[in-house]
């Protein structure tokens, strides 16, 4: 009896450890050109689950302000590692997004499905987004490991 409860008990302090380790996680973000104003300034960005999944879908949420209303435009995602593209997806802003994006904080949010076949090295995630005359409101990029 004291042995099954001692091997419960192991069972369920093992599930109390593993569970913060597929969760989500904030990460360092930077502009990709420091020097430049963007419409939308980024404080942060997460990622769930964390750590990333092979071929499985995974959530970044990038917090954001904005001075102005934005209407709509693209969103770019491009991955890569070693300078190696892995996957592009480009959208509609408006497709995930609630249009117009008014002044103020809002939260960016995309689903994409990485690749299966994935080297288990550092990756660069870039984000770049264009307002709906083209023009660059946002391109930042940040750095995952699977």
């Not at 949420?61 to 995602?77: E, H, N, R, W």
């Not at 592009?88 to 499905?113: A, K, M, Q, Y």
């Amino acid at each position: 009896m004291v042995m099954e409860q001692l091997k419960l008990m192991l069972i369920l302090l093992a599930l109390c450890l593993l569970v913060p380790l597929n969760s989500a996680k904030s990460i360092d973000v930077h502009y990709c050109d420091e020097y430049a104003e963007y419409g939308i300034k980024v404080s942060g960005v997460e990622i769930s689950p964390f750590p990333v999944p092979r071929g499985k879908l995974t959530t970044f949420a990038i917090a954001a302000s904005t001075d102005t209303v934005i209407s709509g435009g693209i969103i770019k995602i491009d991955v890569s590692y070693f300078g190696f593209h892995v996957h592009n997806e480009e959208h509609e802003l408006c497709e995930g997004t609630l249009c117009p994006i008014p002044s103020g904080d809002f939260v960016l949010s995309r689903s994409i499905v990485l690749p299966r076949i994935t080297p288990p090295v550092s990756h660069q995630v870039v984000y770049i987004c264009r307002n709906v005359q083209y023009a660059m409101v946002m391109t930042i990029k940040c750095y995952i490991k699977w």
